[in-house]
């Protein structure tokens, strides 16, 4: 672990006396061991809340990443033995770690990510519905039987491990995101070697301790942590090592592409689970205080950092005025900002001065070009330097600001008038993201109609909250490929063999 004085800085700084203080650590986990990075480099881990460093962790090099990728191959092979009740008891066993260390891995998700303290408990209990789901999925991994067209033969299909996993997550929801990725994986008996976002480390490596606790063979779950330039690296050696069997990202369509297009070099599988850019509907025969309270959950969680959050808000001409005006005053009446650390505070920092610089940027563009502030706007100084406030903007030409073509990522939510249906289809449509929509209408024929017509993967009707476990959650176009939670993504995790048996 880190230096004693780290750590007592790190104690020292939050409000909040951890149980099991060994959860937190500044090294790698390789083949089973705990190893700060050969060179003795680190790099800092920063409190978004005040911008000052809380940690730092090992930055590992790229031999070490092909250290893990063997000691995970080493393990797939004695790890896939086992039979899937095993798997399955194993699985419960570190969910029920996680959950016995709940108050723990919430209060590493404020201090690395800066959520407020009781949405953090969300994203942790959200997290383990996933380890819960696939928990019920590692025994249900059924093959078939096939008729052969060959009357002597029988066909008969079974689901395998891939063997080595690389997954690679962002910072937005540190212990959901691995869950869902790693936790898969695993279920569908492969070793993972992971690399967290520099951002957030540390729910990581919480992770890997408790998981080491549970009887897995050594080196099926390895964290390689890394800086931003150190990542790179690490990514290249995931494409690039004969060992890796499938590659598993969740972050921006940007770095997705790159990764796909260096593990297509080796045919390798792979999952991406990337940017979104939401359009959010409200039709004019919507109850409208359902849609402002179902735009305001998806836009506002998390402090607007989602993939799946609002991005474009389109609203009835006929009634965007009733809509708008009911908004901004539940807005305005709904937050309460403080410390991350009260639990009456729901709306906390963003992640860095990055997710404010972008923020800021959008909201700057869309008032150059005639739009206007009509709720927020500001950061609240008061309690630092990213805490940027839920802010609406109308008016302005919506196709011309940046908010329309890039995923915002931040508090910052621009309202779009319409006329039609097939007008608003239209322009939900223009972009080559295709993650999540939504929409809000009491017509039953225009729930199948827009549902099917929106190209995206997940479609919200009447609720700006489609994330479940049960749910397979992922995009198409530009949005991704694959899916993460509900069945699908176990069997994401596992190659299809088929057997030919003559008789
Ligand atoms: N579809 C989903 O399920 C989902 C979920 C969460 C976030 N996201 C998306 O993620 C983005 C925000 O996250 P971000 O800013 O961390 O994204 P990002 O793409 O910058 O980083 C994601 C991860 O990739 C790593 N990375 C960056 N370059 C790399 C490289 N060359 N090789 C290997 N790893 C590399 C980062 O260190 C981080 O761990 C948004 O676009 C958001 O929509 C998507
Ligand atoms: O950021 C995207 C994932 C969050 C979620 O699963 O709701």
């Known amino acids: ?91 419960r066993e570190w969910t029920n770690l996680i959950k016995g260390n709940r108050d723990d891995l919430a209060a590493i998700c404020t201090l690395e990510l800066g959520k407020p303290i009781t949405e953090s408990y969300t ?10 789901w696939f928990d019920g999925e590692i025994e249900r991994l059924y093959g078939e039987t096939i008729p052969a067209a060959r009357g002597s033969n029988r066909i008969m299909t079974s689901r395998e491990p891939q063997g080595v996993v690389a997954a690679v997550t962002p910072w937005n929801s540190p212990v959901a995101m691995i869950l869902r990725k790693v ?45 931003a330039a150190a990542s790179v690296d690490i990514g290249d050696e995931m494409c690039h090592n004969p060992a890796v069997r499938h ?35 409200v039709f004019e025969d919507a109850n409208i205080e359902k849609a402002v309270d179902g735009l ?10 989602t993939c799946v959050c609002a991005n474009r808000a389109f609203v009835h001409h006929s009634i965007i005025e009733e809509f708008t005006e009911r908004l901004q005053k539940t807005v305005d009446g709904l937050f309460k900002y403080g410390s991350v650390w009260d639990p009456d505070v729901n709306f906390g920092p963003l992640y860095s001065s990055r997710g404010v610089e972008k923020a800021k940027a959008h909201q700057e563009d869309a008032v150059s070009k005639g739009a206007k502030i009509i709720s927020g706007g500001f950061i609240k100084e008061d309690l630092g330097p990213n805490f940027y406030v839920p802010t609406i903007l109308t008016g302005g030409p919506s196709q011309e600001m940046r908010s329309w ?29 295709g993650l999540a929509s939504y929409f809000y209408t009491e017509d039953i024929s225009r729930v199948w109609r827009v549902s099917e017509a929106l190209e995206t993967g997940m479609v919200g009707v009447r609720t700006g909250l489609v994330s479940a476990c049960e749910q397979p959650f992922g995009g198409i176009k530009e949005s991704g490929i694959g899916r993460e939670g509900s069945k699908f993504g176990v069997e994401d995790y596992t190659n299809i063999k088929s057997i030919t048996v003559g008789l």
């Open 1 to 91: 672990m880190g230096s004693m004085s780290e750590l007592n800085v790190l104690l020292k700084r939050i409000p909040y006396k951890f149980k099991t203080p060994s959860l937190l650590d500044s090294r790698a986990f390789i083949g089973g061991r705990w190893t700060p990075a050969a060179s003795g480099a680190t790099f800092p881990v920063y409190d978004p809340a005040d911008n000052q460093v809380a940690y730092k962790i090992a930055n590992v090099s790229r031999a070490e990443v092909k250290t893990a990728i063997g000691a995970a191959q080493t393990a797939s092979k004695q790890y896939k033995q086992l039979t899937h009740r095993n798997r399955k008891n194993l699985l």
């Open 123 to 132: 994203t942790v209990d959200y997290g383990i519905s996933f380890l819960e």
């Open 183 to 227: 936790g898969a994986a695993i279920s569908a008996g492969n070793a993972v070697v992971l690399k967290p976002a520099p951002e957030t480390p540390m729910c990581a490596i919480a992770i890997a301790k408790l998981f080491e606790q549970v009887d897995y063979p050594e080196g099926t779950l390895n964290i390689v942590t890394g800086d």
């Open 247 to 281: 590659l598993s990202f969740t972050g921006s369509t940007s770095v997705g592409k790159f990764l796909n297009t260096e593990c297509a070099k080796h045919l390798k599988k792979t999952s991406m689970e990337l940017g979104g850019n939401a359009p959010f509907i």
């Open 296 to 305: 305001i959950a998806c836009k506002f969680r998390s402090s607007g950092q």
């Open 405 to 433: 073509t890039q995923e915002t990522f931040g508090p910052v939510m621009h309202l779009t008038p319409f006329e039609t249906e097939e007008e608003v289809i239209k322009l939900a449509n223009t972009e080559e993201s």
